[in-house]
């Protein structure tokens, strides 16, 4: 009898010996799995000396946009400037500036397409203002709506947080993530704008809005990314420009 207990108690630990080397078997596999996963790149989108990778809206080349200080930025000659790439999901980073009363911002989801007019009619736009002192063609204050303020989905989704901007003349940082259709916007480090692109909620928003006629009113996948240059005479400076795909 104590011969078949000793037996059991053996089977008992060989068993679990067994289990444990087939746990740290599994961890290790798992664990290597994931030290081949590599976290996306970073690539700069401008090397503050050259604008490649770029070209003018329905333009060969860049007309009307150089580079000042290691800044990228408009003589108001050439229009918005756009990636040569699309882009579906990433993450952008950029630095921007403007002076007192201008206004631009950065597009994306963008159709490159001779028949689209403007890079906005396709595309979402992370807004650029100077949300005190913009002004109308005629001089007098321009009474902006809270989705027009610095850092909203222009036009269709305010910013949570109307203090994030910094005054005319100041760098601020903008940050875009869009990720399988969730869409996300950050100034100067504070989320500010969140929504799911595509979603009933979003159809909703821009079947009262003035895109509701325009290729912006029909999801997309992918598309390119543009700087807005607003008008010949508003003025506005970008740098730090860097994508990373997700």
């Given at each position: 009898?104590?011969r078949?207990?000793?037996?059991?108690v053996?089977?008992r630990?060989?068993?679990?010996?067994?289990?444990?080397?087939?746990?740290?078997?599994?961890?290790?596999?798992?664990?290597?799995?994931?030290?081949?996963?590599?976290?996306p790149?970073?690539?700069?989108l401008?090397?503050?000396?050259?604008?490649?990778?770029?070209?003018?809206?329905?333009?060969e080349?860049?007309?009307?946009?150089?580079?000042?200080?290691?800044?990228?930025?408009?003589d108001?000659?050439?229009?918005?400037?756009?990636?040569?790439?699309?882009y579906?999901?990433?993450?952008?980073?950029?630095?921007?500036?403007?002076?007192?009363?201008s206004?631009?911002?950065?597009?994306?989801?963008?159709?490159?397409?001779?028949?689209?007019?403007?890079?906005?009619?396709?595309?979402p736009?992370?807004?650029?203002i100077?949300?005190?002192?913009?002004?109308?063609?005629d001089g007098?204050?321009?009474?902006l709506k809270?989705?027009?303020?610095t850092?909203?989905?222009?036009?269709?989704?305010?910013?949570?947080?109307?203090?994030?901007?910094?005054?005319?003349?100041?760098?601020n940082?903008?940050?875009?993530?869009?990720?399988?259709?969730?869409?996300?916007?950050?100034?100067?480090?504070?989320?500010?704008?969140?929504?799911?692109?595509?979603?009933?909620?979003?159809?909703?928003?821009?079947?009262?809005?003035k895109?509701?006629?325009?290729?912006?009113?029909?999801?997309?996948?992918?598309?390119?990314?543009?700087?807005?240059?607003?008008?010949?005479?508003?003025?506005?400076?970008?740098?730090?420009?860097?994508?990373?795909?997700?």
């Open positions: 009898m104590k078949f207990i000793q037996l059991d053996l089977g630990t060989l068993k679990r010996l067994f289990q444990i080397e087939v746990a740290i078997y599994l961890i290790g596999f798992v664990a290597s799995g994931f030290a081949f996963v590599s976290p790149k970073w690539t700069s401008f090397d503050g000396k050259t604008i490649k990778g770029w070209h003018s809206y329905h333009k080349g860049v007309v009307g946009w150089y580079v000042e200080d290691g800044a990228m930025t408009p108001g000659t050439g229009g918005d400037l756009v990636t040569d790439k699309e579906e999901n990433f993450e952008l980073e950029f630095e921007f500036k403007i002076p007192k009363g206004n631009s911002g950065v597009v994306y989801k963008i159709i490159d397409n001779p028949d689209i007019k403007s890079t906005y009619m396709s595309g736009e992370y807004q650029v100077d949300d005190k002192g913009y002004m109308t063609a007098k204050p321009y009474n809270d989705s027009q303020m850092g909203a989905n222009y036009d269709m989704i305010a910013p949570s947080d109307m203090s994030a901007t910094k005054a005319p003349g100041e760098w940082k903008g940050r875009i993530i869009v990720n399988k259709n969730h869409v996300e916007h950050y100034l100067n480090g504070k989320k500010v704008v969140d929504y799911e692109y595509g979603s009933d909620n979003w159809k909703a928003l821009v079947a009262k809005s895109f509701a006629s325009w290729p912006y009113a029909t999801a997309h996948a992918k598309g390119k990314i543009a700087l807005q240059n607003h008008s010949p005479k508003e003025r506005v400076w970008y740098k730090n420009i860097q994508i990373r795909e997700l």
